[in-house]
C-alpha cells in the first residue's frame, strides 16, 4: 500500500480538483457553509432544549402533554407550590456545584461574541443551562431563550474550536447559531439575526449581516421541516389602530413615552432585585427554592403567571383578559419575574420584557377608550407597546419593529409600530439607559477584539496548524491535501517546520490532465516560492499593507523570523479584514 507521502494519483482526485476550482471555494464562501451548519446546530439545540424542559415539566407535575399553565392549572395547591420550589432547589443545587467543581469562569454567549473571541467553555455553561431548564421546566416565572442560545453558542464554539477556527471566524460562527436558535425559539428567520447583529454585535454591516440571516434562515427551515413554524403570537384578520391617523400617531408617540419611562423602571428594578437578593452562592439552593414556592403561591390564583409569559401574549392578543385582570397579571408579573431574577436564576429577560409591554399597550387602550378614542384598538396598542417597550429595555429598535411583525404577521401596523419604536428610542438616549444586556456586554473576557488597532499582532488572528505537504511528496498527495482543504493554501515545509513555499490548485491544474505528468511531479516543482512572508509581531495595518499589494493573494505564511522561517501559520485575508473592521469600530465607539 503506499504510503501517505507516495499517494497515487487518480482519475477521481482530477475530476475533484477540477470541481474545487469551479466551485472556487474561498473563505468568503466558506463562511456561508458555516453559517448553514450553524443554522442547524441552532435548531436542532431548541428542540432538544425544549425537550429537556417538557420532561422536567411532566416529571414535576405528573401529567403529560400539557402545556405549563394548564398543567397548573389541574394539579392541587400544595402540588402547585411544590412543583417550582423542587425545580428552584434542582436548579440551586446545580449552580452550586459549578460554582464548587468547576474552576472555569461561565462566559456567556453575549460576552465571547461581543467582547471574547468566541470560545464559550462548555462544563459550566452547560450546567448553567441544566439550571435553566430545571427552573423553566418547572414553571418559574422567566424566559427560556438566553440559556437556549447559550446552548447553541457553546455547541458552535466546540466544532469551530475543533477545526482550530481563528478568532475573528470563531466569534462570527458562534454568532451564526446565537442567531440561529433566536429564530428557532420565536419562529422569527429575520428578527433572529437582527437581535445577534444589533444587540449583541452591535453592527449591521453586510459582511455580518449576511452570515446571521443566512444562519438564522437555516434554523428555521431546519425546524418547519421537524414541526409547525406558525407565528407564535398570529392575530386574526387584520388589526385596525383607527382610521384618523393624526390620533393615532398622537397616541402612538404618548404610548411611546410611557412604555420607555416603564421599561427604565422595569431595568431599574431588576438591578436593585439582583443587588438586594443574589448573595453568596452556598444559599443558591435556598434562594431558588423560595422563589419558585413564591410562583407556585401565585399559580394558585393566577396559573397564567407560570412560565415567560407566552400565554399572557395570546391572552392579551386573544382578547380574553379585561382591564381589571391585566393590571393584576402586570402588578404580579414585574414583582415575581423580579425576585426569580433576583435571587441569581438562571434565564432569559426577553419574553418577560415583551409580556410587560404588551400589558401596558393593552392598558393604554382601555384608558384611550375611557377617554372618548373610538374602536376596537386593545391589540394594536398591546403590539405598539410590546414594541416600544423593548426597544428601551434592549436597546434595540430595529429588532423589536421587525420582532412584532414577525411575531403576529400585523404588517398593517407598520405605521403605527415605528412611531412607538422611534419615541421610545428617543427617551431612552435622553435618559441614557443602559439595556438589559448592558452587564453581559460590557464586562467579561477580553480578547484582540478590545485593544487598541497598534497594539494588536499578526500572531493574535493568525490560523495554527495550516495544511502542510512535504518538499518531495508527490502530486497525489499534493492534490489529496487540497481537496481535503479547498479554501486554504498549502504550504510546503523542510527540516525543522521551515517555510520553503505555497500551493495554490489554479497553479497545479495543468499537471492534473494526465496521470503521466502528474506522476512525474512533486510538490516543490508547483510551488510558489516567492510570495512575501509575515512576522509575529507584525500589526494589522503593516499586514493589510502587503495583501494590498498582492491582490491575487488571499492567505500568506506566518513564519517565526526571516532566518529560521520556521512556519507558525497563516494569516487569511478575509480574518484581517473581520479583526480590521471590528476592531476600528469598537474603537469609533469608544
Not at 274 to 285: C, E, V
Not at 388 to 403: C, E, G, H, I, V
Request: glycine residues 8%; aromatic residues 8%.
Amino acid at each position: 500500500m503506499a504510503s501517505e507521502t507516495e499517494k497515487p494519483f487518480s482519475r477521481w482526485m482530477r475530476l475533484a480538483l477540477d470541481l474545487r476550482e469551479k466551485l472556487r471555494l474561498g473563505d468568503t464562501q466558506l463562511i456561508y457553509l458555516w453559517a448553514l451548519g450553524a443554522g442547524f446546530i441552532g435548531a436542532i439545540t431548541a428542540l432538544v432544549f425544549s425537550l429537556c424542559v417538557h420532561g422536567v415539566q411532566d416529571t414535576l407535575t405528573l401529567t403529560h402533554g400539557l402545556t405549563q399553565v394548564d398543567a397548573f392549572r389541574a394539579l392541587e395547591k400544595w402540588h402547585c407550590v411544590l412543583v417550582p420550589a423542587i425545580g428552584g432547589l434542582l436548579a440551586g443545587s446545580t449552580l452550586l456545584f459549578m460554582h464548587k467543581f468547576v474552576p472555569v469562569r461561565a462566559t456567556e454567549y453575549m460576552e465571547a461574541i461581543a467582547l471574547g473571541n468566541g470560545y464559550v467553555p462548555p462544563k459550566p455553561s452547560l450546567l448553567r443551562s441544566l439550571s435553566a431548564v430545571f427552573t423553566i421546566g418547572s414553571g418559574a416565572a422567566i424566559g427560556r431563550e438566553g440559556p437556549l442560545i447559550q446552548t447553541s453558542a457553546v455547541a458552535a464554539s466546540w466544532l469551530g474550536s475543533k477545526f482550530s477556527l481563528p478568532a475573528p471566524r470563531l466569534r462570527l460562527v458562534v454568532a451564526c447559531a446565537a442567531a440561529s436558535a433566536m429564530a428557532a425559539t420565536f419562529h422569527t428567520p429575520l428578527s433572529g439575526g437582527l437581535f445577534v447583529g444589533e444587540i449583541v454585535l452591535g453592527a449591521l454591516t453586510l459582511d455580518v449581516l449576511a452570515p446571521l440571516l443566512v444562519a438564522s434562515c437555516a434554523g428555521y427551515l431546519t425546524l418547519s421541516l421537524l414541526g409547525a413554524v406558525d407565528p407564535i403570537y398570529q392575530v386574526s384578520g387584520d388589526v385596525i389602530i383607527g382610521s384618523n391617523q393624526l390620533i393615532v400617531a398622537v397616541s402612538c408617540i404618548a404610548l411611546g413615552v410611557i412604555a420607555s419611562l416603564a421599561a427604565n423602571g422595569w431595568l431599574w428594578l431588576l438591578k436593585k432585585a439582583r443587588k438586594l437578593l443574589n448573595g453568596k452562592h452556598a444559599w443558591l439552593p435556598v434562594r431558588l427554592a423560595i422563589a419558585g414556592a413564591l410562583v407556585g403561591v401565585a399559580a394558585i390564583f393566577y396559573p397564567e403567571l407560570t412560565g415567560n409569559g407566552y400565554t399572557m401574549i395570546r391572552g392579551i392578543v386573544a382578547e380574553q383578559f379585561s382591564p381589571e385582570q391585566a393590571a393584576i397579571l402586570l402588578a404580579l408579573k414585574v414583582g415575581i419575574v423580579a425576585f426569580v431574577f433576583g435571587v441569581g436564576t438562571v434565564g432569559g429577560a426577553l419574553t418577560p420584557s415583551l409580556t410587560i409591554g404588551t400589558f401596558i399597550g393593552f392598558l393604554f387602550s382601555a384608558l384611550m377608550t375611557k377617554l372618548g378614542v373610538p374602536g376596537d384598538h386593545a391589540i394594536a396598542y398591546s403590539l405598539v407597546g410590546m414594541a416600544a417597550f423593548f426597544t428601551t429595555a434592549a436597546s434595540a429598535p430595529m429588532t423589536s419593529l421587525l420582532l412584532v411583525v414577525e411575531f403576529t404577521l400585523a404588517g398593517t401596523l407598520m405605521f403605527p409600530l415605528l412611531i412607538g419604536v422611534v419615541v421610545s428610542h428617543g427617551i431612552a438616549r435622553l435618559c441614557r439607559t443602559e439595556s438589559m444586556y448592558h452587564s453581559a456586554l460590557a464586562s467579561g473576557p477580553r480578547s484582540i477584539f478590545s485593544k487598541p488597532l497598534s497594539a494588536v499582532r499578526l500572531i493574535e488572528i493568525a490560523r495554527k496548524n495550516p495544511p502542510t505537504v512535504r518538499p518531495t511528496d508527490k502530486f497525489g498527495t499534493v492534490a489529496k491535501v487540497l481537496i481535503r482543504h479547498p479554501s486554504q493554501t498549502i504550504f510546503i515545509t523542510g527540516e525543522n517546520e521551515s517555510y520553503r513555499g505555497a500551493i495554490v490548485s489554479s497553479d497545479i491544474l495543468q499537471f492534473a490532465q494526465t496521470k503521466e505528468l502528474a506522476e512525474a511531479i512533486i510538490a516543490i516543482d508547483v510551488s510558489r516560492n516567492n510570495l512575501p512572508v509575515l512576522l509575529p509581531e507584525m500589526k494589522l495595518p503593516d499586514a493589510l499593507k502587503i495583501f494590498a499589494a498582492r491582490k491575487h493573494e488571499d492567505s500568506l505564511a506566518l513564519v517565526e523570523n526571516e532566518e529560521t522561517r520556521k512556519l507558525l501559520g497563516v494569516v487569511n485575508r478575509s480574518d484581517l479584514y473581520l479583526a480590521l473592521g471590528e476592531i476600528m469600530r469598537r474603537e469609533k465607539v469608544r
